[in-house]
């Protein structure tokens, strides 16, 4: 016996698929899902009346297919390089992408479900998309046992946001634990053993930095290569040094910026990196380079002038002003890898179909 079961599709179906999604959603929450189930005849013949039947088919769902279903319904995000981004930035409401290998998020935003869970959080610069979530965060993480976080920030806006917290500790007569780290542009800070972040020079309309995470690993140095393991130990136990320690630039997120930052010198390593994060607030000619500079933002038309920079594996757009449609930053994908040899990955969450 076949039973074809088709389910009415929601008002807005979801455009990205998402992963490790901890909430259950029921059945219709799927977009005209039809399900087929081979219902075997001994299970059936047990059941007595239509009402019966349906009863087996409704704990089929719930043993098999409907398993299978919710299985493809993922967290919003996508894997690039063995990280799993996901996040959200629309130009001017929100701007957070998480990478939770890394246990970090760059920008908070309105402070999504899934930044709590991250113990860093790298602030680009002081506007309300970026920084609005912080409180809610460090409540959150509070609420939820988990260890207070540790928050990097610009010196110049570092007693600021001591303040911010302190009105908020007096409003909700609160404890709000956190470390407030003001670092800044080539300072260095040790994550875990081997990882470090330093920030790097972005240009905004207020202040602003950007922040590579490096990896680090232990080389031996070339004048001992030849050596056999216990000659090379033997080194070691007297105290000589026989290793170089190698920074190898992994994740560069600029926040909010204009494209100057692709021609500061001290930026090479943002730029090598195996994925860089950056914006492209414009993608046509409804705004000109000249707005996207007045505004302290990135237009794409300069990406693709200055793409011969761009050394990274993987470009991952962000920022696009909301008056984009999916189909536009589709397009502006399109004309960015074809001038780049890395990968050009748009973040799209928030953002429409013109057909939808």
Same mark, same amino acid.
């Given at each position: !016996?076949?039973v074809?079961l088709?389910?009415?599709?929601?008002? &807005?179906?979801?455009?990205?698929?998402?992963?490790?999604?901890?909430?259950?959603?029921?059945?219709?929450?799927?977009? &005209?899902?039809?399900?087929?189930?081979?219902?075997?005849?001994?299970?059936?013949?047990?059941?007595?009346?239509?009402?019966?039947?349906?009863?087996?088919?409704?704990?089929?769902?719930?043993?098999?297919e409907?398993?299978?279903?919710?299985?493809?319904?993922?967290?919003?995000?996508?894997?690039?390089? *063995?990280?799993?981004?996901?996040?959200? %930035? @629309?130009?001017?409401?929100? =701007?957070?992408?998480?990478?939770?290998?890394?246990?970090?998020?760059?920008?908070?935003?309105?402070?999504?479900?899934?930044?709590?869970?991250?113990?860093? @959080?790298?602030?680009?610069?002081?506007?309300?998309?970026? $920084?609005? +979530?912080?409180?809610?965060?460090?409540?959150?993480?509070?609420?939820?046992?988990?260890?207070?976080?540790?928050?990097?920030?610009?010196?110049?806006?570092?007693?600021?946001?001591?303040?911010?917290?302190?009105?908020?500790? %007096? !409003?909700?007569?609160?404890?709000?634990?956190?470390?407030?780290?003001?670092?800044?542009? *080539?300072?260095?800070?040790?994550?875990? &053993?081997?990882?470090? #972040?330093?920030?790097?020079k972005?240009?905004?309309?207020?202040? %602003?930095? +950007?922040?590579?995470?490096?990896? $680090?690993?232990?080389?031996?140095?070339?004048?001992?290569?030849?050596?056999?393991?216990?000659q090379?130990?033997?080194?070691?136990?007297?105290g000589?040094?026989?290793?170089?320690?190698?920074?190898?630039?992994?994740?560069?997120? =600029? +926040?909010?910026?204009?494209?100057?930052?692709?021609?500061?010198p001290?930026?090479?390593?943002?730029?090598?990196?195996?994925?860089?994060? =950056?914006?492209?607030?414009?993608?046509?000619?409804?705004?000109?380079?000249?707005?996207?500079?007045?505004?302290?933002? =990135?237009?794409?038309?300069?990406?693709?002038?200055?793409?011969?920079?761009?050394?990274?594996? @993987? #470009?991952?757009?962000?920022?696009?002003? %909301?008056?984009?449609?999916?189909?536009?930053?589709?397009?502006?994908?399109s004309k960015?890898?074809?001038? @780049?040899?890395?990968?050009?990955?748009?973040?799209?969450?928030?953002?429409?179909? !013109?057909?939808s």
């Open positions: !016996m076949q074809l088709t389910i009415p599709a929601p008002s &807005n179906p979801p455009y990205l698929q998402t992963f490790n999604d901890p909430i259950l959603h029921s059945p219709s929450s799927f977009h &005209n899902l039809s399900l087929n189930y081979k219902v075997k005849p001994g299970r059936l013949e047990a059941v007595k009346g239509g009402a019966g039947i349906f009863s087996a088919i409704g704990r089929a769902i719930e043993e098999d409907y398993r299978k279903a919710r299985a493809e319904v993922q967290r919003k995000g996508f894997e690039i390089e *063995g990280y799993s981004i996901e996040g959200i %930035s @629309v130009g001017g409401h929100e =701007t957070c992408v998480i990478v939770p290998e890394l246990k970090c998020a760059f920008d908070i935003g309105r402070c999504p479900l899934r930044a709590v869970h991250q113990n860093f @959080v790298f602030i680009t610069h002081a506007h309300l998309d970026h $920084i609005g +979530g912080l409180p809610m965060y460090v409540a959150t993480r509070a609420l939820y046992g988990l260890k207070p976080p540790t928050i990097f920030v610009s010196p110049c806006i570092q007693d600021d946001v001591e303040k911010l917290f302190d009105i908020h500790r %007096s !409003m909700g007569q609160v404890e709000l634990d956190f470390d407030l780290v003001a670092l800044d542009v *080539g300072e260095t800070y040790e994550l875990r &053993n081997n990882l470090v #972040v330093r920030p790097f972005t240009h905004h309309v207020i202040p %602003s930095q +950007g922040y590579v995470i490096y990896s $680090i690993r232990k080389k031996l140095k070339k004048q001992y290569i030849h050596l056999k393991g216990k090379i130990e033997k080194l070691k136990n007297s000589v040094e026989i290793t170089d320690t190698i920074l190898s630039p992994e994740v560069a997120f =600029t +926040g909010d910026t204009t494209s100057d930052f692709l021609l500061e001290r930026n090479a390593d943002a730029l090598r990196a195996k994925l860089l994060i =950056t914006e492209a607030t414009f993608l046509d000619d409804g705004f000109s380079i000249e707005d996207a500079r007045e505004r302290g933002h =990135t237009h794409l038309f300069e990406l693709i002038e200055h793409a011969q920079w761009i050394r990274n594996k @993987v #470009v991952l757009l962000t920022h696009f002003s %909301s008056r984009y449609h999916l189909e536009d930053i589709r397009q502006a994908v960015l890898q074809a001038k @780049v040899s890395a990968k050009v990955v748009p973040l799209t969450e928030g953002f429409k179909s !013109m057909y």
